[in-house]
């Protein structure tokens, strides 16, 4: 046997795994997203320092958290209608921009010894009015950057990647940093980091913007999109599911600060570790995710991600150990990231084209939008019980949620497969192969 061809293999392999690069405008995005967004992670993991250096509160990294992602809920969905009307690039660059401001006054606040938490939360609610319409956009944007279809998913979950691998390299970061300098540094440096995706997104050649002549009313577009997510099945339950994690499980890095201090008796390059170790977890489920090159059998990844999140969750809660809890992160991360690839994959699939704005709102409020209210219980919950037990609680709750989903997955399953058998996706076979696909002629009296 030759003794190249593993070799050959392996790069074959990893070819496939980073498929979608091969599109020139997807490759502008990640690299300009990758710079951007490690400094996104450092600005994040700075604030929660420095929030909780100046009060010494949980309640006020809720109060934080709570505006950093109020606008979220209320105006993803509009972001969602407009996603779907105007030249989203554009868009895009806008937010991006506005983003770069916020960094910029928060940097000099932070540097100049002026700033106050009301400063922050002030900051904290404009950003969230700047990502509100901005993350829907993006996830919707996503399909312009791709040509072929079939490299969709790869996208998706490169996407995913890229976020978290800079989550790797972020917080680390923000941590040495607040330890060498002060928490402004990392601010600063996030504000200049928006230059690279600016750079990025006018540098792609995108098929001309065609805007769509009579349109009906943004709020019957709303409704329309509403009654679309909400009346299909597997749609809803992927959107009830993330807003309950989002509720109950991912408001846990609100207390990553108390954790670091007073569990694990470490500094601001504790949480740091931490943080970095669920982005490790969370890079390797992304390019698992992207190694994979069918979306069936991902209503099974999501229940099992979802169960394997909230009995890390239960058990990080309980440790005092810093190694443990680092490894426990991984795995945290691990199954959020599957979890949230599998949601927005089988989400990008199934959507029509024309929708896709509105129903990527929607996963963008149930995410991000429901975090708010998470945050809020979490540091009134570690106010009262204390951290440990406040992330036990959302932990149990993340488990009955993750119970319920994979209870309903059957009925799931049953009405993915038409749709994917009928975009070609899946090939119809018998339904006694085992497989859960349909015969041809029942696609459409299921999907009916």
């Not at 993991?45 to 009060?55: E, K, N, P």
């Not at 408001?251 to 669920?278: C, D, I, K, Q």
């Not at 489920?285 to 069936?296: D, E, N, P």
């Not at 006694?432 to 999907?447: M, S, V």
């Amino acid at each position: 046997m030759n003794s190249a061809e593993p070799g050959v293999g392996r790069l074959a392999r990893m070819a496939m795994v980073a498929r979608s690069l091969r599109h020139r405008n997807f490759q502008l995005y990640f690299a300009g997203q990758g710079i951007s967004v490690t400094g996104t992670w450092m600005q994040r993991t700075a604030i929660s320092w420095l929030v909780y250096r100046l009060t010494d509160s949980e309640l006020a990294l809720g109060v934080v958290g709570f505006a950093s992602h109020f606008f979220t809920f209320l105006l993803a969905p509009f972001a969602g209608v407009l996603s779907d009307r105007i030249n989203r690039r554009s868009l895009i660059v806008l937010t991006q921009g506005l983003a770069m401001v916020q960094a910029f006054v928060l940097a000099a606040l932070t540097i100049k010894g002026i700033i106050t938490v009301p400063h922050i939360i002030i900051l904290s609610a404009v950003l969230s009015l700047v990502e509100a319409f901005d993350t829907p956009v993006r996830q919707a944007f996503v399909v312009e950057m791709v040509d072929s279809r079939e490299d969709l998913p790869n996208a998706i979950a490169m996407n995913s990647f890229l976020f978290n691998a800079a989550r790797l390299v972020g917080p680390s970061l923000a941590g040495l940093m607040i330890w060498w300098t002060n928490e402004g540094i990392c601010f600063l440096l996030n504000a200049v980091s928006f230059v690279a995706v600016l750079f990025s997104l006018l540098a792609m050649k995108l098929r001309p913007f065609v805007k769509k002549a009579n349109q009906p009313a943004i709020l019957h577009n709303l409704k329309e999109g509403f009654v679309y997510a909400f009346g299909f099945m597997p749609i809803r339950s992927i959107l009830l599911l993330l807003s309950l994690y989002s509720l109950l499980g991912l408001s846990y890095r609100t207390l990553m600060p108390v954790v670091a201090r007073n569990v694990l008796h470490g500094g601001p390059e504790t949480m740091g570790f931490l943080m970095s170790a669920t982005g490790v977890g969370a890079v390797i489920g992304a390019l698992l995710m992207a190694s994979r090159q069918s979306v069936r059998d991902f209503g099974r990844a999501i229940a099992g991600a979802s169960m394997l999140f909230s009995v890390s969750l239960i058990c990080f809660s309980f440790s005092s150990i810093l190694s443990f809890s680092l490894m426990l992160m991984v795995v945290v991360g691990f199954a959020g990231m599957v979890q949230m690839v599998s949601c927005n994959t089988l989400l990008q699939t199934l959507v029509d084209d024309d929708k896709r704005g509105r129903v990527m709102s929607f996963y963008t409020m149930s995410l991000l939008g429901v975090a708010p209210f998470g945050n809020l219980i979490t540091g009134a919950l570690a106010s009262g019980f204390g951290a440990r037990w406040a992330m036990a609680l959302s932990g149990v709750g993340c488990a009955i949620s993750a119970a319920f989903f994979a209870f309903r997955l059957p009925r799931f399953t049953k009405c993915v497969n038409p749709i994917y058998i009928e975009k070609g996706i899946m090939p119809a076979t018998p339904p006694e192969d085992g497989d859960g696909a349909l015969p041809i002629e029942q696609i459409e009296k299921t999907k009916s």
